[in-house]
C-alpha cells in the first residue's frame, strides 16, 4: 500500500526551492519503495542529476528503522514526456545500500546510481499494486488542452454574472484544496469579478493581477476551481437565508430583496450586526479591508475605528 504521496521540499545543489514527486509504498515482500517523479515546475537541480543525494534523504527522513535491512529499500525515478503524457519508469540501484558516513557538500549519498528502464506493469509488479498516478492531475495542469481552456473561459462568464450581485467569488484561496500540487505561482487568492476577469492576488505581495483563461488553466486545476466557486455561491445562499430567517416577520420583506439584490452589502451587515453587538473592540491588525463585506465586518465586529486627531 501507499505510505506517502507527496510533494517533496528540497535543497538543489546550488540554491533552495527544489521540488519533485514523493511516494513511498509499502509492498507484501516488506521492501519499501521510493518513487521520485521530476515535476514540470522545477526549475532547480532535477530528480535526475541528484537522486543519489534525494533517496537517501528521503530514506533517512522515513525510513530510518530499515538502516540494517537488505535491501533496505528500492528506488524508482518517474518522469513524464510532458507533451505526450508517456510516463517513463527506471529502476536505480546504488553503490551503497545506506547512506554512509562520507557526505557530498555536507549531505548524505548513495554512492553512484545506476538506471535502468522498466515497464509501468514491472513498476506495478514491484509495488504489488495497481499504480494510481498521484500527478496526474499536475500533468493535466502543466499542458491543459482546448477542452480544459474552454471550460476556464465558461466558468469565469457564467460566475461572473452571480459576481455583479455578490461582488467577487473565490476561486482559489491561499493553498489550493489540491494536496500535492502547489506550483510557487499558484499562491494566493483568485477571485472572478463583475467584470468577468480573473484577479489574482499573490501570495506576500500587495495589489492584483488580471490573469487570463489559459494562465488561470495552467496553475489550477477545473475541478478545484469549480468546486471552490460552488462553495463561494453556497456562502452566499446561506448569507441569503439567514436574512430571510431575520425578516420573514417584517411587512417589507419585498423591499429588503430588493435591497439584497442591489446592494448586497447592506445585507452582510444586517447579518453581521444581529451576530456580533457584543463586540466592540477594534483590531488594527486587521484594518486592511479590500471590499464593502471586510469593511462592514470589521467596523460592526470591532467598532468603529477610533482616529487620532491632531490637537
Known amino acids: 500500500m501507499k505510505k506517502v ?59 530510518p528503522e530499515r538502516e540494517c535491512s537488505r535491501p533496505a529499500f528500492r528506488a524508482v525515478e518517474h518522469s513524464y514526456e510532458w507533451l505526450t503524457g508517456d510516463e517513463l519508469f527506471s529502476m536505480v ?47 493535466q495542469i ?41 506550483p510557487p505561482e499558484s499562491r494566493g487568492e483568485l477571485y472572478v469579478t463583475s467584470l468577468a476577469e480573473w484577479l489574482f492576488y499573490p501570495e506576500g505581495i500587495i495589489g492584483a493581477k488580471q490573469l487570463s483563461d489559459r494562465t488561470v488553466a495552467s496553475r489550477w486545476d477545473v475541478w478545484e476551481l469549480t468546486r471552490q466557486l460552488l462553495l463561494s455561491v453556497r456562502q452566499i445562499a446561506e448569507i441569503f437565508l439567514t436574512h430571510l430567517e431575520l425578516v420573514h416577520d417584517r411587512g417589507d420583506l419585498a423591499r429588503d430583496l430588493v435591497e439584497y439584490f442591489v446592494h448586497p452589502e447592506k445585507l452582510t451587515v444586517e447579518i453581521i450586526q444581529s451576530q456580533a453587538e457584543h463586540t466592540k473592540l477594534w483590531s488594527r491588525a486587521r484594518c486592511y479591508a479590500t471590499t464593502p463585506w471586510e469593511i462592514a465586518e470589521r467596523e460592526l465586529r470591532y467598532g468603529p475605528r477610533e482616529e487620532n486627531h491632531a490637537q
Open 142 to 182: 502543466a499542458h491543459p488542452t482546448a477542452a480544459t481552456l474552454e471550460a476556464i473561459c465558461l466558468l469565469r462568464t457564467h460566475f461572473s454574472r452571480l459576481a455583479k450581485a455578490h461582488g467577487p467569488l473565490a476561486a482559489a484561496l491561499s493553498r489550493t484544496d489540491l494536496p500535492l500540487v502547489d
Open 5 to 63: 504521496a507527496k510533494i517533496h521540499r528540497h535543497r538543489g545543489w546550488n540554491t533552495d526551492g527544489g521540488q519533485c514527486g514523493l511516494e513511498i509504498f509499502d509492498p507484501l515482500d516488506g521492501v519499501p519503495v521510493i518513487v521520485l517523479t521530476q515535476l514540470p515546475w522545477n526549475a532547480n537541480t532535477s530528480v535526475t542529476n541528484m537522486i543519489e543525494t534525494l533517496a537517501a534523504e528521503v530514506a533517512l527522513e522515513y525510513l
Open 93 to 139: 540501484t546504488f553503490d551503497l545500500t545506506w547512506p554512509g558516513s562520507k557526505k557530498i557538500s555536507d549531505r548524505p549519498h548513495l554512492g553512484n546510481p545506476h538506471w535502468q528502464k522498466i515497464t509501468r506493469q514491472e513498476f506495478e509488479a514491484l509495488t504489488g499494486e495497481p499504480y494510481i498516478d498521484a500527478f496526474r492531475r499536475v500533468r
